[in-house]
T-cell receptor, first 112, second 119 residues
Framework: SQQGEEDPQALSIQEGENATMNCSYK?????LQWYRQNSGRGLVHLIL?????REKHSGRLRVTLDTSKKSSSLLITASRAADTASYFC????????????FGTGTRLTIIP | GAGVSQSPRYKVAKRGQDVALRCDPI?????LFWYQQALGQGPEFLTY????????KSGLPSDRFFAERPEGSVSTLKIQRTQQEDSAVYLC?????????????????FGQGTRLTVV
């Protein structure tokens, strides 16, 4: 089963605006990762944040993690048409297994 | 090659037919994962290999699903007697080392997937 929910399920914004997506999860985690998936293609790793980190930046991406609320957010600043894709959070648990557990995803559409 | 390669990209199978899906991970990657992704959903874990050892197969939905990685490199996911509910995209991913080693920032690299349609 999926780890948790992503919110919103779909988001449409104008090019140049910022996009924020949220992810909630259920169990204790080792790290949380964000992936992007373009239509009909594989997933591309964007950023990883460890359970002892609260915020991380990579280019136009900013990720926050609140382990007390079991939630994370992904902010994409100055959005571009090429950012149109589905975004998934994935967690690596603390319970000894190696699998990533994915959320349900947010479909982001950037309007030129 | 530079990335994870999966073949075929598309497969149409008649119900009851057996299928085999191939994954070529990035050379030298220790860990290999198979995921199933239904339309509009996130990927769901199927199974995990560390080299040739299948360490976790808890996500395989039934005994019709079987995966192997005999030499610790190429992996094959086999589905016997396919059913319509098996229709999905099957994703393979590899990573350099186990996520629990000291290389805590190891990311997983995904292939393009095989879209299986059972008719």
């Amino acid at each position: 089963s999926q780890q948790g929910e992503e919110d919103p399920q779909a988001l449409s914004i104008q090019e140049g605006e910022n996009a924020t997506m949220n992810c909630s999860y259920k169990t204790s985690i080792n790290n949380l990762q964000w992936y992007r998936q373009n239509s009909g293609r594989g997933l591309v790793h964007l950023i990883l944040i460890r359970s002892n980190e609260r915020e991380k930046h990579s280019g136009r991406l900013r990720v926050t993690l609140d382990t007390s609320k079991k939630s994370s957010s992904l902010l994409i600043t100055a959005s571009r048409a090429a950012d149109t894709a589905s975004y998934f959070c994935a967690t690596l648990s603390n319970f000894g297994n190696e699998k990533l557990t994915f959320g349900t995803g947010t479909r982001l559409t950037i309007i030129p | 090659g530079a990335g994870v390669s999966q073949s075929p990209r598309y497969k149409v199978a008649k119900r009851g037919q057996d299928v085999a899906l191939r994954c070529d991970p990035i050379s030298g990657h220790v860990s290999l994962f198979w995921y199933q992704q239904a339309l509009g959903q996130g990927p769901e874990f199927l199974t995990y290999f560390q080299n040739e050892a299948q360490l976790d197969k808890s996500g395989l939905p039934s005994d019709r699903f079987f995966a192997e990685r005999p030499e610790g490199s190429v992996s094959t996911l086999k589905i016997q007697r396919t059913q319509q509910e098996d229709s999905a995209v099957y994703l393979c991913a590899s990573s350099l080392v186990s996520g629990r080693t000291r290389f805590m920032n190891t990311e997983a690299f995904f292939g393009q997937g095989t879209r299986l349609t059972v008719v």
